[in-house]
């Protein structure tokens, strides 16, 4: 799959550092939503059935598949609670804390 | 009916309770950031029967200004709003509304213009309309948007005006901060600013053909009325104000507020919010023993040519700061400025401060140091006389060689 | 002047408590006050500040707020390094925490007053909306306004029952801010 980076911001220091009209390379973001998140999603493997249903439902996109199983990408999960909430086998939990 | 009272109010509540207690006939609206809660807050006192008059939703801002242009042609007192891209949807409009004359008075949000894409505060939108035949007003706090919504409609439906007027709030800095409102009666206001009343309308019993065609014969002449009329404005404006100080015990000065520019040998020149900022940082180096001083430029337009040419007469360096830039040029205020000093045989060193584009802060750090600039210019005028503050980045050429290593 | 930095998430009414704040000293105590919120495109769970200015004369500074005499935080897990940035020397942090101990690293030197206004609330008002408790426990641990204008100021504000309960929590948390037990 291909996932957006997670990619510092520099800031420019010079003037032609800025980018000419409001265009500049995509496919990467600056910032992490992370703080966002007052609970956080936790997916159990061994109860994961691989229906993807949460892959289909999260609202941003942050579940992806990946060798050993469904991963949730942290940098990005806002912690709504759609995945633990549709999760028909149970295997996601929602802990306090932003992890 | 409202009793005088104190209120915490934003600037946008404050507008919409100046525009109840000026009863108009006929609101057309749309929403844009940060105008918003103005248009609401017209909405729920039309809900709640406290405003009595017709609230038309439209679809767009060139609708909402056509809308009070169509009902002021029927003789209605009219109110908008709008904000930057708003603002422009609506241009044509704005030369059609005091083309034909009709006195209807607009609230705008002072916001940056798209591209960047950027809601925030500054001036570009209504400065690149000044030469829209209508009357422009930039307020310094919630007191004087309310106090002057009433005053604009004294000032535009004077029978030697009968110009719309824009009243300009800082956009965020102005609409969205609350502070302490003194709030007039409906009683007082209806004393002071009568029934709208005018022959320039559509009229069953004495019919008129409005909206009409001018040919190369003749619309040189609507043109010269028109700028008559703002001209004489200035008069209706400083007369309005007074009046207003003696039936509500507070004025404004005019087209022009000063503030220790007595004695000054340095001046900024400010419009809007940022004169609030800039009071404080005079007092500061007042007494430090530097003679500063500011001038508030309240109207736009009609411009006060000669007022501003009189209040810095002494000085040796005068700032121009405002959140605008003619790109290619200089900023607006300052084209405009240095006219008016230009053509008194005025010569003080002036200076021009962009700042604040796209909503960013003006520090009063910032402030103390356009003083500086001026103080410096003052001793060895710059060659560059247009200045952006607070540039994040360095401009030089030679900086770029240091800098080419560290991408991006 | 007074200065006061109020972080919440959005939908927590972390603005109507730098409201209420203002509102309190200027139209019931005589004072000067701007209350404004930190500009943007807001949405539930992002991140918002709020500000309150307090004097004594007209406020004409419209500048950004960029050092305050106390930092109010509605919730804890807004918590963070930077959480006492610009924050004056004698100034206070005033933290909805059960647990202040946690914070002690992040509130370089400045003293935190704590009160568990999650739990008050939800007891109170049956939500975990904390503003209300925040702006009592603030009163507490700065005394800059009286708790009676800011009571007086909510039941101004809000409809009856609203008010009512929001007036208990406030004069709870304000009871708690000044060392009362939970």
Known sequence: MTRPKLQPFLRPKHIDQIPCGTCFNAGHLVDANAGWRTDTPVLDQSLCTGCLQCYLLCPEGVIFRAESGLLIDYDFCKGCGICAHECKAKAITMRKGGL | ?408 | MIEVRWHGRGGQGGFTAARLLGLAAALLEGRHALAFPSFGPERRGAPVLGFTRIDDHKISDRSAVTDCDYVVVLDETLMNPQIAAGLRPHGKIVVNTATPEKYFDLAGGHEIVAVDATSLAQKILGRPITNTAMLGALVAASGIVRLESVIEGIQQEMKPNLARNNVEVCRRAFELGNGGTQ
């Not at chain 2, 940056?112 to 209504?126: C, F, K, V």
């Not at chain 2, 103390?368 to 360095?394: C, H, Y």
Request: aromatic share 8%.
């Open chain 2, 1 to 408: 009916m409202t009793h005088a009272h104190k209120a915490f109010a934003s600037g946008n509540e404050a507008v919409a309770m100046g525009v109840r207690l000026a009863r108009p006939h006929v609101i057309a609206a749309y929403p844009i950031t940060p105008q918003t809660t103005v248009v609401e807050r017209l909405a729920e006192m039309v809900e709640d029967g406290s405003l009595r008059c017709e609230y038309l939703h439209v679809e767009s801002e060139h609708s909402a200004l056509s809308a009070a242009m169509g009902a002021s042609a029927v003789g209605a007192r009219t109110f908008t709003a709008t904000s930057s891209q708003g603002l422009l949807y609506m241009v044509e409009c704005l030369h059609y509304a005091s083309g034909g004359r009709f006195p209807i008075v607009m609230m705008n949000a002072n916001r940056a213009l798209a591209l960047p894409w950027n809601i925030y505060n500054d001036q570009r939108d209504s400065l690149s309309q000044l030469d829209s035949g209508w009357i422009q007003i930039y307020v310094e706090d919630a007191q004087e948007a309310l106090d002057m919504i009433i005053q604009a409609y004294a000032i535009a439906e004077h029978p030697r005006v009968l110009t719309p007027v824009m009243v300009n709030l800082d956009g965020f800095v102005l609409t969205h901060t609350y502070e302490l409102v003194d709030v007039p009666s409906q009683q007082s206001v209806d004393e002071f600013l009568p029934p709208f009343q005018t022959s320039n309308k559509m009229d069953l019993d004495a019919p008129t053909n409005m909206g009409f065609t001018a040919t190369p014969a003749d619309y040189m002449e609507f043109k010269y009325q028109q700028h008559r009329a703002m001209v004489d404005a200035a008069e209706v404006i400083v007369n309005t104000d007074r009046a207003f100080g003696t039936n509500f015990g507070r004025n404004y000065g005019g087209l022009v507020d000063s503030y220790r520019s007595g004695d000054a040998e340095f001046i900024l020149l400010t419009l809007g919010s940022v004169t609030g900022t800039a009071r404080v940082v005079v007092d500061q180096l007042r007494a430090e023993g530097h003679r500063v001083g500011l001038v508030k430029i309240r109207y736009m337009r009609p411009f006060p040519a000669r007022e501003l040419a009189a209040l810095t007469r002494r000085a040796k360096a005068v700032g121009v700061l405002e959140k605008n830039i003619s790109p290619g040029y200089e900023g607006t205020v300052f084209t405009n400025v240095n006219s008016a000093l230009a053509q008194a045989g005025s010569s003080p060193l002036v200076l021009n401060f962009v700042a604040g584009l796209g909503g960013r802060d003006i520090a009063k750090a910032d402030i103390a140091r356009m003083f500086e600039q001026l103080a410096a210019g003052a001793e060895n005028p710059p060659d560059e006389r247009v200045i952006f503050v607070t540039l994040q980045v360095a401009v030089a050429p030679e900086a770029l060689v240091r800098y080419a290593d560290e991408g991006l």
